[in-house]
């Protein structure tokens, strides 16, 4: 009798990790399901961000003299992009706009459905937001304002209020928060995963991992765990943990930038996002270095005018376009050996960039972090009437920018690894196209890469 | 019924006092005077104390007969004391050269300068009159703006009146699902 074929299944070809499910440890499993959890991280999170809000709102309006400034823009923003790294959009599950969603929606929401233009738009509003909020920052100095980055606070928050009370789950995490898109995309090339099991999922007629069941709501990021194949809408709250009945979820580390080998619908606007982040952070070096004014200099002289609306702007239309052209003139190059559209290329490889983003973001941060990190303790102190003085540095330049050009590399092999993973996914192993296509975006990355470390070895001006 | 409308009377007399009390306030802020080879130049603030933030000030430029010098290109620029510069604030002290715009009587200059920190500061004043460019710097004392109550007060009133909207929306959905 002919042995039965057993199915074959591809692990090279699964973004899944196979690594050991962090829910069989009884404890953890016990956190994760029981009622504390998230509220135990979020309330306390909640009260320090009040706080946060008051002090940028009401405290003194120099930079570095507020609390408020250093928490978010010295602490709080270098940590987030490592919080994603590491693990997932955790951060997400404890935000304060998250719970304030869910206190809003639990006492007057109105639950209706998500309209149709943002499930469908979402992501590109999202891109949209984050372009725009990058913009104002430099135009109206919103990081260097307690009172700009206390009215931004406001303005996000009323529009938490308002999508919580009327629309249902996390619409606004999901489908608006600025921060989602980038979240999303840096989960991708994070450390963490959550999965269903597909053989219990395979006899589940209940679905309480998406409907919810009389105890725990359902997901509030609009997913289904049982067709997941990213994390990066999962912020790990723990709602299908809790109400799986089958214990089909599983909780697992995974090689970092492992998802991004295999994504099976490329999406154009998530590419275009990793693009534009890697913009961003060439306009956020370039106005903090040395040459900027100069630049602004010979712009007002080109362009007859010395308003910074104007030549900032310029600037940051060209800082954006920069990568855009770029990736966009790859696709054009490896057209030639895999036969894809530009836009194809586009979509598909503008995720290989992530993880020089992400790499780029943390540098650019860890110089806030670690030259200006003890101006946290300093303004926080000074709450109790104790003047701190003295260096805000936690480490010298040199560790710093060794630190740096460290990342960099980091993230340049990493993102070169992701253009060959997923090339070899798109078009097969070893042939032509596949090769073609991988040192084609391999050069690009390296240029990139490069770029970042030059800009990294001009010095810096400080946040606070 | 008199309660109430003693008490509404009350609130409404407050009102009206803490609107007429701020705007018969005395509007005219502080004037330093120079005299720079006979040409007397007066700043003036619109408050007494110059606040963080953005500012208007005005210039008045009067010759030596104590005429108004019309036509006079005006640029100014701020610079913040550096014995008052905290040793973390490394950045913004100082800003560019702003060009002020002829105001609405003769001699008078106005524009607006930005104030990053509170402290001293040096105004730093350029002109060039008919007798040639001349300089003028002015020391001042800006305070910490308070909170931006417009923007506070708009917030509260939004959100609550989302709050209540949704309420009432919520309260109406939940009658006709019964019904």
């Not at chain 1, 996000?156 to 209020?161: K, L, R, Y």
């Not at chain 1, 894809?340 to 598909?348: A, L």
Request: hydrophobic share 45%; net charge positive.
């Amino acid at each position: 009798m002919a042995e039965k074929k057993r199915p074959v299944i591809d692990e090279e070809n699964s973004s899944s990790s196979g690594d050991r499910n962090l829910l069989d440890n009884k404890r953890f499993a016990s956190f994760m399901k029981s009622k504390w959890y998230p509220g135990v991280f979020q309330w306390p999170v909640a009260i320090v961000f009040a706080f946060i809000v008051y002090e940028l709102l009401f405290g003194s309006t120099s930079a570095h003299d507020n609390f408020g400034t250093a928490a978010t823009w010295v602490l709080w923003w270098p940590l987030l992009p490592i919080i994603f790294f590491l693990l997932g959009r955790f951060w997400c599950a404890i935000c304060p706009f998250g719970l304030l969603n869910d206190v809003v929606q639990k006492f007057v929401g109105n639950n209706r459905p998500v309209p149709k233009f943002l499930r469908k738009y979402g992501i590109w509003i999202i891109d949209a937001m984050f372009i725009a909020i990058t913009w104002s920052d430099h135009i109206w100095g919103v990081v260097e304002s307690p009172r700009g980055s206390g009215t931004l606070l406001l303005l996000m928050t009323i529009a938490v209020i308002f999508s919580g009370a009327v629309f249902e789950r996390r619409t606004w995490c999901r489908y608006l928060c600025f921060l989602g898109g980038v979240s999303g995309n840096y989960t991708r090339a994070g450390m963490m995963e959550l999965r269903a099991t597909p053989e219990k999922c395979a006899k589940c007629n209940v679905a309480a991992c998406y409907k919810g069941n009389d105890k725990v709501e359902g997901c509030p990021m609009f997913e289904f765990p049982r067709t997941m194949d990213t994390n990066a809408e999962c912020n790990f709250c723990g709602n299908c943990v809790k109400s799986c009945p089958n214990n089909s979820i599983k909780i697992s580390r995974r090689l970092p930038t492992k998802e991004l080998w295999f994504i099976r619908k490329p999406k154009l606007e998530e590419s275009f996002l990793a693009v534009v982040i890697m913009g961003i952070v060439f306009v956020q070096n370039i106005t903090m270095i040395n040459i900027w004014q100069p630049i602004l200099n010979w712009l007002e002289k080109a362009t007859g005018t010395d308003s910074y609306y104007v030549t900032f702007t310029i600037t940051f239309i060209i800082a954006m376009l920069i990568p855009i052209v770029m990736l966009a003139a790859t696709g054009l190059i490896a057209k030639k050996f895999n036969g894809d559209s530009v836009k194809q290329n586009f979509s598909k490889f503008g995720y290989a960039i992530i993880p020089l983003d992400m790499a780029a973001h943390i540098a650019h941060n860890l110089f806030h972090l670690l030259a200006e990190g003890k101006s946290i303790l300093f303004t926080f102190m000074a709450l109790f009437g104790h003047e701190m003085h003295g260096s805000t540095a936690i480490l010298d330049t040199a560790t710093i920018q060794a630190l740096q050009y460290v990342l960099i590399a980091l993230g340049t092999i990493g993102s070169i690894y992701t253009a060959y993973r997923l090339a070899k996914s798109n078009y097969g192993g070893k042939n032509s196209k596949s090769l073609g296509t991988s040192i084609v975006y391999g050069v690009l990355i390296l240029i990139l890469g490069i770029i970042n470390i030059i800009l990294f070895m001009l010095p810096m001006a400080m946040r606070m | 019924m008199k309660n109430k409308l003693i008490k509404k009377l009350s609130i409404i007399s407050a009102l009206v006092l803490t609107l007429s009390t701020s705007v018969l306030a005395d509007g005219t802020g502080k004037k330093i005077n120079q005299t720079i080879d006979g040409v007397k130049a007066t700043l003036m603030l619109t408050e007494d104390k110059a606040k963080t933030g953005e500012n208007e000030l005005t210039l008045k430029l009067y010759d030596n007969k104590d005429k108004p010098i019309s036509n006079a290109d005006v640029k100014v620029s701020v610079e913040m004391d550096k014995s008052d510069m905290g040793s973390m604030n490394m950045g913004d002290s100082k800003a560019e050269s702003i060009q002020f715009k002829k105001g609405h009587e003769e001699g008078e200059y106005v524009g607006t300068v930005k104030f990053s920190d509170k402290g001293k500061w040096k105004v730093k004043t350029n002109f060039t009159a008919n007798n040639g460019e001349k300089m003028a710097d002015f020391n001042i004392e800006v305070i910490s703006a308070g909170p931006n109550w417009f923007v506070v007060g708009g917030f509260l009133i939004v959100a609550i009146l989302i709050i209540v909207t949704a309420g009432i929306a919520k309260k109406k959905n939940k009658k006709s699902v019964q019904a």
